[in-house]
């Protein structure tokens, strides 16, 4: 049997170094400054990155961690909406979700 490959393993190079940016840079304005998801959080990250794709995939893994154990990861859901207001893509977004909440925690 071939297990199905996550979204994340088809990123370039540039796609990763984006959705490491990305990922970390919204950590810090949502859960570490307490700012909100709002239209100017949107136009910093995209400043970021304007790839559907690298926002797929950080939409999924927050997706995923808050399917896994929404008391535990719940409070990164504006994350998950700050990713999807960035322009997602969101078949990738569903299959990095299912395959991260596949793995074992």
Request: aromatic share 4%; charged share 30%.
């Amino acid at each position: 049997m071939v297990k199905e490959r996550p979204p994340v393993d088809g990123l370039d190079g540039r796609q990763r170094m984006e959705l490491a940016a990305v990922s970390g840079h919204a950590e810090r304005m949502l859960l570490a400054l307490g700012r909100p998801a709002d239209d100017q959080a949107v136009a910093e990250l995209r400043t970021l990155s304007t790839d559907p794709v690298v926002y797929g995939v950080a939409l999924g893994n927050e997706l995923g961690a808050i399917d896994h154990d929404p008391d535990l990861w719940g409070h990164r859901r504006p994350m998950a909406d700050l990713y999807r207001a960035c322009g997602a893509d969101l078949d990738v977004a569903e299959r990095q979700r299912a395959w991260r909440a596949a793995q074992r925690w």
